[in-house]
């Protein structure tokens, strides 16, 4: 059985970190900033790394894109950087979580002690066993 867990509450209207993580958690990222380039989110991998709209973590078992300022991204971006979350699960044999989440905030907001942030977008897609 798969459970995909989906919670949207949007508002009107890749940070590809210096740490290591695993290929597929690099390569989801660098999907979803693809589409936010041609979705015109960001000029290039550049300015949506230097403006930390996309950040990714994970491990080999869960992989996770996180994006902020997800209030100026138009839906269709969101849409479908969701999508390539999805096709990355299935494409990868359902054998890893994949997981999408969207604040409102920017990643150094959310990085605040005690900032109290919390996503408006969660996507979680995982083997339920």
Known sequence: MIAIV????LLP????GP???PEQADQLAREVIRVFVEEGVCKDINECVRNEIVYRA????HRTVQIYK?????????SRAIQSAVNAYYANGRRATVE???YQESREEKARLFSNVK???HVILKEVR
């Open 58 to 61: 994970g491990t080999d078992e």
């Open 119 to 121: 996503p408006i977008v």
């Open 13 to 16: 209207s890749a940070h590809a």
């Open 100 to 102: 999408v989440v969207g």
């Open 70 to 78: 997800i209030h100026t991204i138009r839906p269709q971006a969101i």
């Open 19 to 21: 740490f290591t993580f």
């Open 6 to 9: 989906f919670s949207i509450q």
